[in-house]
């Protein structure tokens, strides 16, 4: 876990450069994103709710990293904070192809919007009911003048057709489709832009499993197809596993364990990686499983502890770990912990 | 890894054939084609759906088929006859007294006792009166050389607007005139009466000159104080130039109406037409229209009634239905069915536009409120507080007395009263419309609107409105019933709609009494059965329309 500083100091923090360091598209420091609590007689901000705080990351551009944690921990909020759509950050820094993504001027961010992109967790929600399936898919294309006008069409169509939709979908609207053929709909609306990066935000979680199946394997194909890069942000390990080259795990706002698939599912080093993991259901009834079962619950955002900020549930705390904050460190190459247990 | 599940290959064309897949459906409904699906197999809201269209018909189409006028008035020629005058025949002795002289009621009974045993004095209070009787119907009564006091069933009245005359004129003149009738001297220009026993006569004002000329020829003058009057035989006193100055006659007449003064000529005619016992005269006036005057004789009062038959424009109120008027007239006159038609269109009219302005106003300023949020929505909903707060029918009221006052056009005041009930109505609407948006905003794909850069009008107009348009069509149809009851309360109440115009409230507001609403029905309850359909009408199709946006129904 990084620096829990609330000042913003970019050039102090150390970015964990794994996997690989050529061609980041996407740089993560120290991001912080705070939610103010309103409340009392002129709605004075009483405090906040720390959803991100300090994650630092970096993506490499053709890989997919995989964000997992529990629920609340903040996965959502990082990916929405990265793609600008929460509203001003807090603090840290965002840097896409190079640049501040904070910095965009309107212009700028308007044809940034082109190259990142987002999938939604919920398929019912992320569809407006009253438009039909070419306008949600083709808006945003006519909007950024991405086609001529007599291309228009064979585009729409050929996107829907990459996403596994029939051209003759086109007139229809979303309450005729079924969670699965609506996520591709999400998908098709997010690469219709041919974007270079896309954040999925739980793409398949509101799918059953045959359709988070075939959502999976969709994504999949688009990026080796298209070079795409993926923020892929779940609670669902397994699914991480199979789809990720890296993964970040992430508790309480900050992220407490990161690296490549490999190195972070053979050996999980954070306490809470291991926990974390403990629970991925094994398909084999014969199977033992030694699950690590964590006491209490999340504490709260608004308040969280000091030092290790899992040390309220940590099986192995120690006395430092109720005061300072630990570093993150690099125990083998590109896989960095953040916990007191590996201090020399 | 590729998914080929859901592409389908296409040599695969046979299966398709079978298959249960997407292309397989034939129909595909958009969500408007759905909501009208939903809402016709609703048979509450097709039967509000068929009142209203009954209703528009009626009021837009009707008005344009009915032969009559919004404010077309029908009436009839009716004869009516009405109290013109009352004559009375003095039959006993009247006593006038002398301005200066003492001559009371108990004087005057002795006066009386002392003429019926035929004595030529009398004497009362130790004073001595001398009896003269100049004429048989004239007595005086002298005190010492000087007349004190006369009776006579004769009485001198004067013509509007003359000075009382004197006691020496009075005298004088009765005089004068009871000799001339005791000479029984046929006048020459009598009113003729016909066998009919009508009299005929026609005005003659104009030549009164010539008129004292003829009784001066006919030597009925007499003097008093230097001056010569002339008389005729119908007691008419004229002075030098032929202005009657004053009446002398046993028969005393009185207009019914204070106002009118009874021309002179008919005045004779119709005291002719009394002693030739006629019952009928025709008079015809100095403006060449004609009069008929009917007398009849009451025996108990005595009095000699006279009516004039006039023809009269009569409107035709509280007329019962007839083929002419399918619901009859109302108390102008008027058609019923017509202004019903009118009404309707008025009432609906009011009822749409108020609403279009209440939902334009709440639709932008909830959805500024919603889609902005903080000081703005904080700022708009304030005001929106405040409106809730404003008694809106004591304001209503209160204004349309200020445009009474101000006595403005009922065109003019029409649309003010449109203004004032949508200024007042539109913060519901808002508070539904920001609601809507606060709740849509928070949906992801106002999200992805956002991540995928579309421009915040167009996130507005396409994605935002359309999500709000059902519940703002299910309000506006609700608001559209209870619009039309407020306009019809304020027309009852008569701050609404004014004459000429009619609206359902000011027709059903003409039954302001118990007489009315239990002898013409046929005036409020058609207007109350439209009133009462309409709103119904809007109500079915409103809750229709709610229950077909809500997905949850069945299909």
Redesign the interface.
């Known amino acids: 876990m990084a620096s829990t500083n609330t000042t913003v100091d970019v050039t102090s923090t150390q970015a964990p450069a794994a996997p690989g360091t050529e061609d980041i598209i996407l740089e993560v420091n120290d991001l912080k994103k705070y939610f103010p609590i309103k409340g009392g007689m002129f709605n004075r901000t009483q405090g906040f709710v720390k959803a991100v705080d300090g994650v630092s990351f970096k993506l490499r551009r053709g890989h997919t990293m995989g964000l997992v944690g529990e629920s609340g921990c903040g996965k959502s909020t990082t990916g929405?904070t990265i793609?600008r759509?929460a509203g001003e950050k807090t603090g840290g820094q965002v840097l896409f192809n190079g640049r501040e993504v904070y910095d965009f001027t309107a212009k700028e961010?308007?044809?940034a919007?082109?190259k990142m992109?987002?999938i939604?967790?919920?398929p019912y929600?992320?569809?407006?009911?009253?438009?039909?399936i070419s306008?949600i898919v083709g808006?945003?294309v006519r909007?950024?003048n991405l086609v001529p006008k007599d291309e228009f069409d064979d585009y729409i169509d050929k996107v829907m057709?990459e996403c596994?939709l029939?051209p003759?979908?086109k007139?229809?609207?979303p309450?005729?489709f079924s969670g699965g053929?609506r996520q591709r709909i999400?998908i098709a609306?997010?690469l219709a832009?041919n974007p270079e990066f896309i954040v999925c935000d739980e793409p398949v979680s509101a799918l059953d499993v045959s359709i988070q199946?075939?959502i999976i394997?969709?994504l999949?194909?688009l990026q080796e197809e298209r070079g795409l890069t993926y923020l892929f942000i779940s609670h669902d390990l397994s699914v991480v596993e199979h789809i990720s080259d890296a993964v970040g795990v992430m508790y309480l706002g900050g992220m407490v364990e990161y690296g490549f698939t490999e190195d972070i599912f053979r050996n999980p080093l954070h306490p809470y990686t291991k926990a974390l993991f403990s629970a991925i259901p094994i398909p084999d009834p014969k199977a033992k499983q030694n699950r690590i079962v964590l006491e209490g619950s999340i504490p709260s955002p608004a308040n969280p502890p000091k030092g290790c900020k899992f040390h309220t549930r940590c099986p192995f705390a120690k006395d430092c770990c109720k005061e300072i904050a630990p570093e993150q460190k690099e125990l083998e190459p590109g896989h960095f912990v953040s916990c007191h247990l590996y201090d020399e | 890894?590729?998914?080929d599940?859901?592409?389908k290959p296409a040599d695969q064309a046979e299966e398709q054939e079978y298959s249960l897949n997407?292309?397989r459906r034939v129909k595909?409904?958009?969500?408007g084609a759905?909501i009208a699906k939903r809402f016709f197999r609703n048979r509450l809201a097709v039967v509000g759906l068929v009142i209203l269209v009954a209703m528009f018909l009626f009021s837009f189409v009707g008005g344009v088929i009915s032969p009559y006028g919004q404010d077309e008035t029908f009436s009839t020629m009716t004869e009516l006859n009405t109290q013109y005058a009352g004559i009375t025949e003095t039959t006993s002795l009247r006593y006038t007294a002398a301005p200066d002289a003492e001559f009371g009621a108990l004087v005057q009974s002795k006066a009386n006792s002392a003429i019926n045993a035929g004595e030529t004095s009398f004497e009362r209070d130790g004073v001595v009166y001398t009896i003269d009787q100049p004429t048989p119907d004239l007595y005086t009564f002298s005190q010492g050389g000087q007349v004190v006091a006369y009776a006579s069933s004769n009485v001198v009245s004067v013509p509007a607007g003359a000075t009382a005359p004197s006691f020496e004129f009075q005298v004088a003149a009765i005089t004068a005139i009871t000799a001339a009738d005791e000479a029984e001297e046929p006048a020459a220009d009598a009113p003729e009466v016909t066998e009919d026993g009508t009299v005929v006569v026609e005005s003659d004002e104009g030549d009164a000159a010539d008129a004292a000329a003829e009784a001066e020829a006919a030597g009925n003058t007499f003097e008093v104080d230097g001056a010569t009057y002339s008389f005729d035989e119908a007691g008419n006193v004229m002075d030098g130039s032929g202005t009657v100055v004053a009446m002398v006659s046993p028969f005393v007449m009185s207009a019914s109406d204070g106002n009118t003064v009874i021309p002179d000529d008919l005045r004779q005619a119709l005291l002719t037409a009394i002693e030739a016992d006629a019952s009928e005269v025709v008079y015809t006036d100095a403006n060449g229209a004609e009069h008929t005057y009917t007398i009849s004789y009451d025996a108990y009062s005595k009095v000699y009634n006279v009516t004039e038959t006039t023809e009269n424009l009569v409107y035709d109120r509280y007329a019962s239905p007839s083929l002419e008027h399918w619901l009859g007239t109302d108390g102008n006159g008027m058609d019923m069915l017509t202004r019903l038609m009118y009404g309707g269109r008025v009432s609906l009219i009011i009822g749409f536009i108020v609403v279009f302005i209440a939902a334009g106003l709440g639709v932008i300023m909830g959805g500024i409120s919603g889609y902005f949020g903080g000081w703005v929505d904080n700022l708009i909903m304030r005001i929106v507080d405040v409106f809730y707060c404003l008694p809106s029918m004591p304001i209503i009221i209160i204004l349309g007395s200020a445009m009474d006052a101000m006595r403005l056009d009922p065109w003019i005041r029409m649309i003010y009263l449109m203004l004032i009930l949508g200024f007042l109505s539109w913060p519901g609407i808002a508070r539904l419309v920001r609601g809507q948006i606060l709740s849509l905003r928070e949906?992801?794909?106002m999200?992805?609107?956002?991540?995928?850069?579309?421009?915040v009008p167009?996130r507005i107009i396409?994605?935002l409105i359309?999500?709000v348009?059902p519940q703002l069509i299910v309000s506006c149809t609700m608001s559209l019933g209870s619009t039309i009851i407020t306009e019809a309360t304020l027309s009852f109440l008569g701050l609404g709609v004014k004459f000429p115009f009619a609206s359902w409230g000011n027709i059903i507001s003409d039954v302001n009494n118990a007489f009315v609403m239990t002898n013409y029905w046929f005036i409020w309850i058609p207007a109350g059965i439209c009133l009462l359909l309409a709103v119904l009408g809007f109500n079915f199709v409103g809750d229709g329309l709610r229950d077909a946006f809500d997905?949850k129904m069945n299909r």
């Open positions: 929405r793609l759509l961010l308007h044809d919007r082109t992109q987002i939604f967790q919920d929600s992320s569809l407006s009911p009253r438009l039909p306008e808006e945003a909007e950024h057709e596994g029939q003759y979908h007139m229809r609207y309450h005729e053929q999400c609306r997010a832009l199946a075939q394997n969709l999949h194909d | 890894m590729s998914n599940k859901n592409v997407d292309d595909v409904l958009s969500p759905l949906q992801e794909f999200l992805a609107t956002e991540a995928t850069g579309i421009s167009h396409r994605h359309p999500n348009m997905p």
